[in-house]
């Protein structure tokens, strides 16, 4: 009896493997969406939208729960027929790296994403309270030397230069997508290892047939090249604006921001889409007495009052609203900070924020509304 012929399962090419990824990220979404209408009706647009990204978290973890946590193949590696192996057995991956393999790509961005912002406020914090300290220091040292009649400028000590260098591409410097970068360009290079998280745990993917010559797919070998050409122009870019752009004095070089300081020092953010931060200036706490104006009435240059000029709960201001339409169509309560729409509706501030962000019209007429174009009503 002859016996089988037994060969080595080639390792899966770069176009099943991406294939792959793109089905699963397919799937991924669509129980994401269930997943954000589910919790919709159960509590509510406004709860749906704050918790966006924990709910996707938990549809990935789900989707990779069913599939490989336990064992199985997920719906891209089923559609591409490949199988995930540890890259030095060449076997299926044991329970441990699969879990490994799914916390560290799922919550691991997720993590880094929500500790990134707390950790650049502490650093940017103390990088700007040592450059005070070091800015007394020069401004001791000048007097000084104008005092005994030296005219010779103090120098930037090589620490406060680099810490002002830190401090103005702080945002560059503790961002991990170089290193994403990095490992997609030398995926496309050598084909395997499409996600950070699978080099990490040492997981490929091979073949379950004998492939054919006529079944061999070109590399993304041209997409490495580009990729790794746009990092070095990026990089080349980033040394000669450091190097042509630094002024006089290290100490006055502000970071880069997308904030204006506007009036007597409110700050507004330039981003187009932070109106979030915008509107909180409308927003603030009460306003002191008029002994006592606040820094926003300083600013717009508006005089303090007692009293604001209209109660929105008086009869004389809104007894030309019945009493059915002074609750938000959207909560059904009493309506808080009332906002229009460009189309005349009134809502809860928080309410149409919230709807709009979500889905851009006005709930009742379904006109278009975008959430920069909500104007809150203020007294």
Known sequence: MASPVRYAYPFASSPDIIRSHQKDAYFSGVLLEQLSTLLRK??????????????????????????????????????????????????????????????????????????????????????????????????????QAKESGSTKRISDPIAMRLQNYILRNLDTITSPSPVYALSLATFYFSGSYYHLSKRLWGLRYIFTRQVQESDQRAGYEVLGVLLVLQMAVQGYLHIHNTMTSAPDRVTSDLPTSTSAIVGGGAEVSLDPNAYSANNAL????????????????????????DKPRFELTHEETMGWIGGGNRKCTLCLEEMKDPSVTTCGHVFCWTCISDWAREKPECPLCRQSCLVQHVLPLRG
């Open 282 to 305: 409308l927003f603030d706490a009460a306003a002191p007495p008029a002994s006592a104006p606040s820094d926003l009435q300083k600013w717009t240059n508006t005089p303090a009052a």
């Open 42 to 143: 159960l509590y509510g647009a406004r709860f749906a939208h704050t918790y966006i990204s924990e709910t996707r978290v938990a549809g990935e973890i789900l989707y990779l729960a069913l599939t490989t946590a336990i064992g199985n193949r997920t719906l891209g590696e089923e559609y591409t027929d490949i199988v995930q192996v540890e890259n030095e057995s060449g076997r299926l991956p044991a329970l441990g790296r699969r879990a490994g393999y799914i916390l560290s790509c799922i919550l691991g961005p997720y993590l880094l994403g929500r500790a990134l912002p707390a950790l650049r406020r502490r650093l940017r914090a103390k990088l700007e309270a040592n450059l005070r300290w070091y800015t007394r220091q020069q401004a001791r040292a000048q007097q």
